[in-house]
């Protein structure tokens, strides 16, 4: 077992054969998927990892050698992370900065914690907008709320993409409504 330690905090995206994003694994599991020949680095990180015999590149991207079926998951966590990735960090109101999660139909309501229902909001929209919906406001919504779709997702339910893994994810600025 190599002795790795590498930067706290970082990962690496690890991706099928195929190309297909997996997941995100700690830089240390992927460096031993490298020295494994389990996966082959397509995309350097920053700095060198050193063990006793080698010396390689922090993993950034790693591709599996050989393909491997994974269960589709067709339900995408409703996480805090993954509302602002799907609404590109942007305010579903304003388009300022999203700072807070906004219940489209409020909760207090009877309005559902739900993909379809939930947008990121600056916090003075969230504020503004209290109780009331969108209709009685006259505000309008920029893109409607529905769930995320797509490989990508299996990672960026997780964390914020680091940007050198932006050639293997699909992601763009959600379309206008
Ligand atoms: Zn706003």
């Not at 077992?1 to 995100?24: F, K, Q, T």
């Not at 920053?46 to 015999?53: D, P, Q, W």
Request: charged share 25%.
């Amino acid at each position: 077992m190599p002795d790795i330690r590498p930067m706290a905090g970082s990962g690496a995206l690890v991706l099928n054969a195929s190309y297909e994003p997996l997941c995100v694994v700690s830089v240390r599991r992927a460096a031993i998927l490298v020295l494994s020949a389990k996966a082959v680095c397509v995309c350097d990180g920053e700095g060198m990892l050193h063990s006793a015999r080698n010396a390689l590149p922090v993993p950034s991207v790693v591709r599996l050698t050989r393909f491997v079926r994974v269960p589709y998951r067709t339900h995408v966590g409703l996480s805090r992370r993954a509302i602002f990735a799907r609404d590109g960090w942007r305010c579903a109101y304003c388009r300022g900065p999203a700072e807070t999660i906004d219940h489209v139909f409020p909760r207090s309501r009877g309005g559902r914690h739900a993909w379809e229902n939930v947008v990121a909001a600056c916090a003075r929209c969230n504020h503004t907008k209290g109780d009331r919906t969108p209709a009685e406001l006259g505000w309008r919504l920029h893109t409607v709320p529905a769930a995320p779709k797509g490989a990508a997702w299996r990672v960026l339910g997780h964390r914020t993409p680091d940007p050198r893994w932006t050639d293997w994810l699909d992601l763009r600025e959600p379309e206008a409504a």
